[in-house]
């Protein structure tokens, strides 16, 4: 198909009004993809700091994954929800090995939003209690769960009445969050708020977490969809803290960019509580299928064996280092620039700029793009398999468009 007969279709059968923002912004037919690039169907290439929003951790199509599952298609795709299933067992238990503290037990999906809303019904079941205590700013999902525990009303006023019992906190805020536990049956919240603008908490915010949902036998769930498996620079976000949650909540980069995911970790005394009773009253059909379970496990082989989570650290330094000398350069454009690991906040002073900036990007083959809750934020956030020179070219590239928003706004300025 063409660029003009795949917009097309896009416009007529699956959502117009994006289409139009889409080309709008420049936006090519994606053909190809290897490691840290993707290339379009005139052959351009650009180098993706987007990274499917945390999804690529190991880049595009890396070959130990992609071998695995096309080995395991000669075999097996799909359970049959009817015998055991070895691929399903092994992921099970790797995951076991590496989550933190004694967290056990894995109840698998295929993506972020299912991760979250087991989660929250395991909390409920578990404690027999009803409340869900948040963020505000955060991002959970778009389901209607994980949507009412998500603090942006712009995606939740059009669905109301959403599910009862939820409330919301500062993010970072410990005496707020004290005085709303009494009674809750989990406190939901994200290492860092990755939609949210890259919000990083305050030092030691996890671990007073901790301790305020043991003072009140509240759990406390971590959702770590996108910070987990070596984003931030930690194996999981909530090791920055050295805190272990009662529930976690992962997927994105769970397979390596590779098949569909997600999995919710479960304390074994936590979930017995909820489920020990009635262990089919939550289930998913294609959850825990061997494609994406071998997908899974070849990820984690790749993740320690190429050492992506130290790797994630020093690169993760270099981008922020880089990031705070093109802000140092234009601090009328930048306001300010945050991040943990690979994952790079860059707060721009006028949303307006992100207009121009986002779009010359890609112009030059530069993938980034708007956090959800937070427009004024371009994130960068690329595979973990990233090379220095790669964020040294990511960072030329955002400076050239940071120079043209000020040449074409401050043209606009002098007309207006």
Not at 152 to 174: A, I, M, Y
């Amino acid at each position: 198909m063409s660029f003009d007969d795949v917009y097309a279709a896009y416009k007529e059968y699956i959502n117009p009004p994006l289409a139009r923002f889409m080309k709008l912004a420049g936006a090519t037919v994606e053909q190809d993809a290897r490691g840290v690039r993707v290339f379009d169907e005139n052959g351009k290439s650009y180098l993706d700091f987007c990274g499917g929003y945390g999804v690529f951790t190991l880049g595009y199509m890396h070959p130990k994954v992609v071998n695995a599952v096309r080995e395991q298609l000669d075999h097996m795709a799909l359970s049959s929800r009817v015998f055991f299933n070895a691929k399903t067992a092994a992921l099970a238990q790797a995951l076991a090995a590496i989550a933190p503290g004694d967290l056990q037990i894995s109840f698998f999906s295929n993506s972020g939003t299912e991760a979250v809303e087991a989660a929250l019904k395991t909390a409920r079941l578990s404690t027999k209690r009803t409340k869900i205590v948040a963020t505000h700013n955060s991002y959970h999902g778009k389901t209607m769960g994980s949507l009412t525990a998500t603090g942006r009303d712009l995606f939740k006023d059009s669905f109301k009445p959403l599910v009862p019992e939820f409330s919301h906190v500062p993010f970072g805020d410990l005496e707020e969050l004290e005085r709303e536990l009494p009674g809750a049956a989990a406190f939901i919240v994200e290492p860092v708020q990755c939609e949210g603008g890259v919000m990083i908490p305050p030092d030691g915010y996890l671990r007073g977490v901790r301790k305020l949902c043991d003072q009140h036998g509240v759990l406390f769930i971590a959702d770590e969809v996108q910070t987990g498996l070596g984003r931030t620079g930690y194996l999981w976000g909530v090791d920055h803290d050295r805190v272990v949650p009662d529930i976690i909540a992962v997927a994105k980069g769970l397979s390596g960019g590779v098949v569909p995911i997600g999995a919710t970790i479960s304390k074994h005394d936590v979930w017995m509580r909820a489920f020990g009773h009635a262990p089919l009253i939550h289930t998913s059909t294609f959850g825990g299928n061997p494609l994406a379970c071998t997908a899974g496990l070849a990820a984690l082989e790749v993740l320690q064996d190429e050492n992506l989570v130290e790797r994630s650290r020093e690169l993760g330094a270099d981008l922020l280092e880089g990031a705070t000398e093109l802000m140092a350069r234009h601090p009328d454009v930048i306001a300010q620039v945050r991040g943990r690991g690979l994952v790079v906040g860059v707060e721009l002073t006028n949303e307006g700029y992100g207009g121009v900036i986002i779009p010359e990007c890609l112009k030059l083959g530069l993938t980034a793009a708007y956090t959800l809750n937070q427009q004024k934020v371009i994130r960068l956030e690329p595979p973990l398999v990233v090379t220095k020179d790669e964020i040294d070219e990511a960072l030329h590239l955002l400076g050239q468009g940071v120079e043209k928003a000020k040449e074409k706004l401050g043209d606009l300025a002098r007309t207006s």
